[in-house]
């Protein structure tokens, strides 16, 4: 495959940004996307120009760390799958890609393609954990938890935390982002003890980090390559107003 991609350059986080197009050619449609910039890369860095900078890890969808807007849409054309895992079959010989960074206040661009998600770990720290006495380890079947309430936790932790929901908002929310992490520790009984704090806390640095609030576009859940539901935004609405009853 021959194929254009226009890729936002931005040298620094005080730096003005630009769209730049490159050509790539020869592309296997089963290269996956991340392949086929690391492919421009070397290209680039051959002709002594300075390579785009993207996020990157595991490149098995896992950890979340890779985060392209991709022809406006929050990793790419495919429903439930992430940058990494988005192949380059889903395009066709002669197509335009605009590559972005995600776009938010709470995301400012490092360079190029990389953000920074501090915010999130903000988030996190402020009460995504649970209080764990020290000593033996409990048993594992000491603590019964009703299966509905284990597969609606487990459903809400398989959050990567890539902050696509972010991207995809009009008003640059976190709130899907949080409210998984909020649900998948409430829904717990080892997450009882912080239940009422954790969600003010967690709401609180939600807002302190610059996100904008929510207005239920459902933007996030579209764009989500865990599917997360939308539902759970809900859920944190219930769990803040009762804890707010009685502070």
Known sequence: MDIKVRVWRQSGPSSAGQMVT??????????????????????????????????????EGICGACSMVINGVAHGPEKATTTCQLHMRHFKDGDVIDVEPWRAAAFPVIKDLVVD???????????????????????????PVPKKDADAAFEAATCIGCGACVA???NGS??????????????MPQGQPERDTRVIDMLQAQDDAGFGGCTN??????????????SLIGRLNSDYRKAISKH
Do not use: W
């Not at 790539?24 to 890369?41: G, R, T």
């Not at 899907?176 to 829904?187: E, R, S, V, W």
């Open 22 to 59: 490159y050509d790539v050619k020869d592309i296997s449609p089963d290269a996956s996307f991340l392949e086929m910039i690391d492919v421009l890369n070397e290209t680039l860095i051959l002709n002594g120009d300075d390579p785009i900078a993207f996020d990157h890890d595991c490149r």
């Open 117 to 143: 998600r501090t915010s999130f770990d903000k988030i996190i720290q402020a009460g995504g954990y649970i209080s764990a006495p020290t000593g033996t380890a409990p048993d594992a079947h000491a603590t």
């Open 168 to 170: 995809a908002c009009p």
């Open 174 to 187: 976190s709130m899907l982002f949080t409210a998984a992490k909020i649900t998948h520790l409430g829904l």
């Open 217 to 230: 576009m459902g933007e996030c859940a579209e764009v989500c390559p865990k599917g997360i539901p939308l």
